[in-house]
C-alpha cells in the first residue's frame, strides 16, 4: 500500500468539510423516495451516507428508530437500549434525533456519560447478566456489524445462542444481544445488552 503524501500534515482547506452545512442539510433535506442512491440502506456498519446527497438525513434516522421502537414494541421487547455514538460529523444530531424518537415511544435508553463515542480500537469483553435457573430465556445474538452478511443481523427467532457468561465485542463494532421467551416472543419480556 502506499502512503499519502499528505500523511502526517494537516488537511489541506479544498479538503475539510463544513461541519455546519452539513449538520443544516442533515435537518432540512429531504429524501427522494423515486431515487434508491437515498433510500435507507445497510451496509456492515448500519446506514452510511452524507446530508449533502440527502442520503443520510433526519428523515432517515427518523424512520429507523421509529422502525426500532415498532420492532421492540411487537416482540415485547422493553429493556433499555444502551446507545453509544462516533467521531462523525452528523453523530451527535442523529442522536439527538434517535432520542427524541425513543422518547416519544416511551423507551428508556441509556447513553454514554460526558458526550462519550463508542469507538474502541481493541476488543471489549462485557460480562453477560446471569439467567435465573428457573428461567428458559438465554442469550441471542441478533446483531454483529463485524460479521459478515447474512449472519450480521439474524431474526429473533433464528438468532444463535450465546454460550458462557459474556461477549467479546470486536473493534469497532455494535452488537446486540437479547434473552427472549422461546414459546411467545411477542408477548413475553425481553432484555437487551449491547
Request: overall charge negative; proline content about 8%; aromatic content about 6%.
Amino acid at each position: 500500500m502506499e502512503i499519502s503524501p499528505l500523511a502526517g500534515k494537516p488537511a489541506p482547506k479544498n479538503m475539510l468539510v463544513d461541519l455546519s452545512r452539513l449538520e443544516r442539510e442533515y435537518y432540512e433535506r429531504r429524501p427522494d423516495i423515486g431515487d434508491p442512491d437515498q433510500l435507507v440502506s445497510f451496509g456492515t456498519s448500519g446506514h452510511r451516507g452524507s446530508s449533502l446527497r440527502a442520503t443520510f438525513t433526519e428523515s432517515h434516522i427518523l424512520a429507523i428508530t421509529q422502525a426500532i421502537c415498532d420492532c421492540r414494541r411487537s416482540r415485547g421487547i422493553d429493556g433499555p437500549p444502551h446507545m453509544g455514538k462516533d467521531t462523525h460529523g452528523l453523530s451527535s444530531p442523529a442522536q439527538r434525533t434517535v432520542l427524541e424518537v425513543l422518547a416519544a415511544n416511551e423507551v428508556e435508553t441509556f447513553i454514554q456519560r460526558d458526550n462519550g463515542v463508542n469507538a474502541y480500537w481493541e476488543p471489549l469483553r462485557f460480562e453477560l447478566t446471569p439467567i435465573p435457573e428457573d428461567e428458559s430465556r438465554p442469550w441471542r445474538r441478533w446483531l454483529d456489524t463485524l460479521l459478515e452478511a447474512p449472519d450480521d443481523i439474524c431474526v429473533f427467532s433464528n438468532a444463535p445462542l450465546v454460550g458462557g457468561s459474556s461477549y467479546l465485542v470486536n473493534p469497532r463494532s455494535i452488537v446486540a444481544l437479547a434473552r427472549i421467551a422461546e414459546a411467545h416472543p411477542a408477548t413475553s419480556r425481553t432484555e437487551i445488552d449491547s
